[in-house]
């Protein structure tokens, strides 16, 4: 696929992903939701020499200001609900990603810009993000699970708060509760989320892309997170990575993983 609303740029392994539309604030329409399926779907999985993604917004303003309202007003009440269901599809293939995916949030991360936001593994903010669900003001509700991950993120008291008022949080507030991160001078967060994904690297790979899935486990409500974790690690203790890296200890000496 030809993608004309994201630009991809590997830069030795990590992947920068700007969402690119900018004159829209970087809306997400079905374009680019069709885009960030086939990458996340398609593309990225088949990388073997990936080591993270770091996603962001194109421009000085913002990561992603909302779903794109223009487009929602031609809907029927079926096409969005299936549009939902298809965002928070998406949303859930960059949640359960097995390598590291990031937020550099560079400026506004409203309504499925803030889910999108919260999808990511973890979220570096510029000092000029504003994050916030204000979907209240436009008559909607969050449709890519923002009802779902900012209670998990901020707590039940505090999201349902900024639910149900629509006001935004600055970078401070979202670092203090937990919605970033890091808070970084604004420019830098790419850099920073390179940083994190960078160390990553250095780990053994089957146990980072099994401790995501386990964290994102407990939050499916389907199974029960204690029983999946001790199954995980007794799969997790056959690796190749696991002997590496225990005996490397012993030995005293830097592991290397290959992620067998
Ligand atoms: N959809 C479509 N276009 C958008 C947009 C969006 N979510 N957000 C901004 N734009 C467009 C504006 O229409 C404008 O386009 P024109 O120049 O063609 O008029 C351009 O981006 C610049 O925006 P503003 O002039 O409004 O910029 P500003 O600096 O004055 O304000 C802002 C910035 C506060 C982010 C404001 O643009 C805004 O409030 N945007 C909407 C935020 C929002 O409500 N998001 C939630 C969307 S609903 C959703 O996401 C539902 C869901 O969960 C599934």
Not at 23 to 43: I, M, P, R, T
Not at 104 to 132: D, K, P, Q, W, Y
Not at 152 to 172: K, V
Request: glycine share 10%.
């Amino acid at each position: 696929m030809k993608y004309e609303n994201i630009l991809v740029k590997n830069n030795r392994g990590i992947i920068t992903l700007t969402i690119n539309r900018e004159k829209a604030l970087n809306a997400l329409n079905k374009s680019v939701f069709d885009e960030l399926e086939h990458f996340f779907a398609k593309d990225a999985p088949r990388k073997k020499t990936l080591k993270g993604i770091v996603i962001t917004g194109a421009g000085e303003k913002a990561f992603v200001a909302g779903a794109d309202i223009k487009e929602f007003l031609s809907f029927k009440e079926d096409d969005a609900m299936e549009v939902s269901r298809r965002g928070q599809m998406i949303f859930n293939l960059i949640e359960n990603f097995p390598k590291p995916v990031i937020a550099a949030v560079n400026g506004f991360a409203l309504g499925g810009g803030c889910e999108l936001a919260m999808a990511c593994h973890m979220r570096i903010a510029s000092e000029r993000a504003r994050f916030g669900q204000p979907e209240v003001n436009l008559g909607i509700i969050p449709g890519y699970g923002g009802t779902q991950r900012l209670p998990q993120l901020i707590g039940r008291g505090r999201a349902m708060e900024y639910l149900l008022t629509g006001d935004m949080i600055n970078a401070a507030d979202a670092y203090r509760m937990g919605l970033a991160n890091h808070v970084v001078p604004h420019g830098e967060e790419v850099k920073k989320a390179k940083e994190i994904i960078t160390k990553i690297a250095t780990k053994a790979p089957i146990a980072v892309a099994v401790t995501i899935d386990c964290v994102d486990a407990a939050y499916n409500g389907v199974v029960d997170g204690m029983d999946y974790e001790a199954r995980s690690f007794g799969e997790v203790s056959h690796s190749d990575d696991f002997k590496e890296g225990a005996a490397a200890f012993i030995e005293r000496r830097k592991a290397e993983f290959k992620g067998r």
